[in-house]
């Protein structure tokens, strides 16, 4: 109930806004909500849409698991920490921007080059969070798995894994809204379509309606994901956590 | 089956960079099916001695030979559960194995029966005691090792578990090494008493009690903790190591 009235909050606040900001600048709820229904009856903004999701779950998969295992090689293995810790300064601080063109005038105006740009950008925070985790671990755990002869796998399951799970979340939950917001700029650069290049279409074109259209259609698409996959995830992740008052 | 115990020093650096001696020279031997009790006041060195003996430190001058690839139960002293699993799940993961009525007698033992699908940070420290004393002995091990398995309780509640313990511990032929800072519980539970001094650890005296556990009367207690009052307090602490 909370959130429908501050969903009315936000309608009405733009309705009133364009009022002030003429139709031209900021055009009314119901033109936009037009523009969104011709573009899903033709099909275009669930394909660009579906594009862009792919995009999304490719490179936020392919730098979870990476960074994942990276930093919690980095969090046990000194030597590793040492070595890598320069790399993760440096790509923890490189623009996105540098990265993106980069990619595409080194591995040219393709797939690999968007995914694996928007990849990289998430890596490195993905590597600190899981190299905090990883320190994190308890030793009296780790001896008790020591002394009952756990079998690695198991230990890894039910005694590691449940002590990162909660940066893993973090990691996710960070990783997700950088990756929605980098995609949109790859696929603006250098890709033929996608809610990026749509955006871009109507920027050049000045047509706002057609922008706000996909921008929100886009930003639905992200809240619905984040309500019913990744809330729920994380609700499941701490139910043994007694709850707090 | 036989453990053999031989540490002749045990030394850590503080964070300091100080050199600490947390034991001087501890050598002893159990059989299987004897209970051995560690006593000695708090902060001797006993913990760090079963980190030992249950291979968790290498870095020790000495030599302990344990029965090659024993199943080893610990209970620790805070009972390092797994948080996120519920009771039964606690003990099952280390157990796959465990025979159902065995387990089952052995929730029925310890009281757990009722709380088998709550989880850790729901239980009081007794309770969660008696699940570290269920895992432990789920394994059926082969060497099992209490560590102040009865501190921080209240008389009554300690006095229900060590009855509990001493249940459990009947009719197995297991080399047992319990250590506490209470002589009273070490004479009702133990075969055979090392007293420790001070820190840096060492044994003082070597006391078998001969009579079963479950014979010993008040009387023989009694006179049992009154010689081991006499030794401690007997013997001049020796802190000249610092």
Same mark, same amino acid.
């Not at chain 1, 990619?103 to 890596?123: D, M, Q, S």
């Not at chain 1, 985790?133 to 008790?144: H, N, Q, V, Y």
């Not at chain 1, 279409?201 to 809240?223: R, W």
């Not at chain 2, 025979?99 to 239980?123: D, R, T, V, Y």
């Given at each position: 109930?909370?959130?429908?009235?501050?969903?009315?909050?936000?309608?009405?606040?733009?309705?009133?806004?364009?009022?002030?900001?003429?139709?031209?600048?900021?055009?009314?709820?119901?033109?936009?909500?037009?523009?969104?229904?011709?573009?899903?009856?033709?099909?275009? $903004?669930?394909?660009?849409?579906?594009?862009?999701?792919?995009?999304?779950?490719? #490179?936020? *998969?392919? #730098?979870?698991?990476?960074?994942?295992?990276?930093?919690?090689?980095?969090?046990?293995?000194?030597?590793?920490?040492?070595?890598?810790?320069?790399?993760?300064?440096?790509?923890?601080? $490189?623009?996105?921007?540098?990265?993106?063109?980069?990619?595409?005038?080194?591995?040219?105006?393709?797939?690999?080059?968007?995914?694996?740009?928007? #990849?990289?950008?998430?890596?490195?925070?993905?590597?600190?969070?899981?190299?905090?985790?990883?320190?994190?671990?308890?030793?009296?755990?780790?001896?008790?798995? *020591?002394?009952?002869?756990?079998?690695?796998?198991?230990?890894?399951?039910?005694?590691?894994?449940?002590?990162?799970?909660?940066?893993?979340?973090?990691?996710?939950?960070?990783?997700?809204?950088?990756?929605?917001?980098?995609?949109?700029?790859?696929?603006?650069?250098?890709?033929?379509?996608?809610?990026?290049?749509?955006?871009?279409?109507?920027?050049?074109?000045?047509?706002?309606?057609?922008?706000?259209?996909?921008?929100?259609?886009?930003?639905?698409?992200?809240?619905?994901?984040? *309500?019913?996959?990744?809330?729920?995830?994380?609700?499941?992740?701490?139910?043994?956590?007694?709850?707090?008052? | 089956?036989? %453990? =053999?115990?031989?540490?002749?020093?045990?030394?850590?650096?503080?964070?300091?960079?100080?050199? !600490?001696?947390?034991?001087?020279?501890?050598?002893?031997?159990?059989?299987?099916? =004897?209970?051995?009790?560690?006593?000695?006041?708090?902060?001797?060195?006993?913990?760090?001695?079963?980190?030992?003996?249950?291979?968790?430190?290498?870095?020790?001058?000495?030599?302990?030979?344990?029965?090659?690839?024993?199943?080893?139960?610990?209970?620790?002293?805070?009972?390092?559960?797994?948080?996120?699993?519920?009771?039964?799940?606690?003990?099952?993961?280390?157990?796959?194995?465990?025979?159902?009525?065995?387990?089952?007698?052995?929730?029925?033992?310890?009281?757990?029966?009722? !709380?088998?699908? !709550?989880?850790?940070?729901?239980?009081?420290?007794?309770?969660?005691?008696?699940?570290?004393?269920?895992?432990?002995?789920?394994?059926?091990? =082969?060497?099992?090792?209490?560590?102040?398995?009865?501190?921080?309780?209240?008389?009554? %509640?300690?006095?229900?578990?060590?009855?509990?313990?001493?249940?459990?511990?009947?009719?197995?032929?297991?080399?047992?090494?319990?250590?506490? !800072?209470?002589?009273?519980?070490?004479?009702?539970?133990?075969?055979?008493?090392?007293?420790?001094?001070?820190?840096?650890?060492?044994?003082?005296?070597?006391?078998?009690?001969?009579?079963?556990?479950? =014979?010993?009367?008040?009387?023989?207690?009694?006179?049992?903790?009154?010689?081991?009052?006499?030794?401690?307090?007997?013997?001049?602490?020796?802190?000249?190591?610092?």
């Amino acid at each position: 109930m909370p959130r429908l009235l501050s969903f009315a909050v936000l309608l009405a606040t733009w309705w009133i806004g364009s009022l002030f900001a003429g139709d031209a600048k900021l055009p009314p709820p119901p033109t936009v909500l037009t523009v969104m229904i011709a573009e899903a009856r033709s099909g275009d $903004l669930f394909f660009h849409l579906g594009v862009t999701l792919a995009r999304v779950t490719l #490179a936020f *998969t392919l #730098a979870m698991s990476l960074g994942a295992a990276i930093g919690y090689l980095m969090g046990r293995v000194r030597l590793a920490d040492r070595l890598g810790d320069p790399w993760l300064i440096l790509l923890l601080n $490189l623009p996105a921007l540098v990265v993106i063109v980069l990619a595409y005038i080194w591995a040219g105006l393709t797939e690999v080059a968007a995914i694996a740009a928007i #990849a990289i950008n998430k890596l490195p925070t993905a590597v600190v969070t899981l190299r905090e985790g990883t320190r994190a671990l308890e030793a009296a755990l780790d001896e008790m798995a *020591t002394v009952f002869a756990l079998p690695r796998w198991k230990k890894f399951r039910h005694v590691i894994l449940p002590q990162l799970s909660p940066y893993i979340a973090a990691a996710a939950r960070s990783g997700l809204s950088l990756v929605w917001k980098i995609v949109l700029v790859a696929e603006l650069l250098g890709r033929p379509n996608g809610i990026g290049f749509e955006i871009g279409v109507a920027f050049q074109l000045f047509d706002i309606p057609l922008l706000l259209a996909y921008s929100l259609s886009f930003a639905a698409v992200v809240l619905l994901i984040e *309500t019913l996959l990744v809330q729920p995830f994380e609700a499941r992740l701490s139910r043994w956590r007694p709850r707090a008052a | 089956m036989r %453990l =053999e115990v031989d540490i002749a020093s045990k030394t850590f650096k503080s964070a300091a960079g100080e050199q !600490h001696d947390v034991i001087a020279g501890v050598a002893f031997t159990l059989d299987a099916g =004897e209970v051995g009790v560690l006593v000695g006041p708090s902060g001797c060195g006993k913990s760090t001695m079963l980190r030992i003996l249950a291979g968790l430190d290498h870095d020790f001058q000495g030599r302990v030979s344990r029965p090659a690839g024993a199943r080893i139960g610990f209970v620790f002293q805070e009972p390092r559960l797994l948080p996120w699993r519920s009771v039964e799940e606690n003990v099952r993961l280390v157990a796959p194995l465990a025979n159902e009525a065995k387990l089952s007698a052995l929730f029925e033992i310890l009281e757990l029966k009722a !709380h088998l699908n !709550h989880f850790p940070g729901e239980l009081s420290l007794g309770l969660a005691r008696r699940v570290a004393l269920a895992r432990a002995f789920a394994i059926e091990p =082969e060497f099992l090792i209490l560590d102040e398995p009865l501190a921080s309780l209240d008389v009554a %509640l300690a006095a229900r578990l060590r009855d509990e313990i001493a249940m459990l511990m009947g009719g197995r032929s297991v080399i047992t090494l319990l250590v506490t !800072h209470d002589v009273d519980d070490a004479v009702r539970l133990g075969d055979r008493l090392f007293l420790l001094s001070p820190r840096p650890a060492q044994i003082l005296a070597d006391l078998p009690i001969r009579t079963p556990r479950g =014979e010993r009367g008040d009387a023989e207690i009694a006179a049992i903790k009154l010689d081991i009052m006499r030794r401690i307090n007997g013997t001049p602490a020796k802190r000249d190591a610092s």
